[in-house]
């Protein structure tokens, strides 16, 4: 039985859940096949393999602050709290792929470069990434909830997402000062990378399409929890 408070677009996304759990499944099967049967590098062996997971949770992590955004934008303009809970619910699911990002980064550094930080520019530029929405997410778990909150958060979160083109061209910007590699090009990619990269990218988009969906159908049930509880306390005390 559906919630009569629920909206259309709450509605779909629920229904969604299921087809995209099947995909999820299917796409990550055919990636772990895919990057286990890939070439090793001829320096790195098996471990630049940690590439099809490094870049692609860079990719989710930009996504999910520009969808942050978007949120944020919408609800400005439609004053509707479905966005609001969608920006939240993408700047959750877009740390934890940045975490991912960075967590792989140093793994491969370590080897690459002999130490697992240094500070390069795009590895300065994506912790202070992770830091910014790191923030937005204490912001939203500490404040009241309410239309006050939500527009802050929302501007927040538009500032918040011009930091992605910086991170992302870090690399153009300081030229030969950066150690990270370049931002990846189709012709850059070896002989037999390009196909596990390709499965890697389209896997961990799908899960994160999949966190998405569970992440927003949560924040409605919390929101009509406090809902329904800040109702009955009015009713007791009435």
């Excluded at 629920?14 to 099967?29: D, K, M, Y």
């Excluded at 927003?216 to 049930?221: A, P």
Aim: with cysteine.
């Amino acid at each position: 039985m559906n919630d009569p408070t629920e909206t259309r677009f709450e509605r779909r996304a629920l229904a969604a859940e299921g087809p995209v759990a099947i995909a999820l499944l299917v796409t990550s099967a055919i990636a772990a096949l895919v990057i286990v049967r890939a070439p090793a590098d001829v320096v790195q062996g098996v471990l630049y393999k940690i590439l099809f997971v490094h870049a692609p949770a860079a990719f989710a992590a930009y996504l999910g602050f520009v969808l942050t955004a978007a949120g944020g934008a919408l609800y400005l303009w439609k004053n509707d709290e479905q966005w609001d809970r969608l920006a939240v619910a993408a700047a959750e699911v877009g740390l934890l792929f940045c975490t991912l990002n960075i967590v792989t980064g140093p793994i491969w550094a370590k080897a690459a470069w002999g130490k697992a930080w240094v500070w390069d520019p795009r590895l300065v530029m994506t912790a202070l990434l992770w830091l910014v929405y790191l923030a937005y997410g204490l912001l939203r778990s500490f404040s009241e909830e309410g239309p006050r909150a939500a527009r802050f958060a929302a501007v927040y979160g538009i500032a918040g997402v011009l930091l992605i083109p910086l991170n992302y061209f870090a690399i153009d910007l300081f030229g030969g000062r950066a150690l990270h590699p370049e931002n990846l090009e189709r012709q850059s990619l070896g002989v037999g990378i390009g196909q596990p990269f390709l499965a890697g990218t389209i896997a961990t988009l799908v899960a994160f399409l999949y966190l998405l969906l569970v992440r927003f159908e949560v924040q409605g049930l919390r929101v009509r929890v406090e809902r329904a509880r800040l109702d009955e306390a009015s009713g007791e005390a009435s």
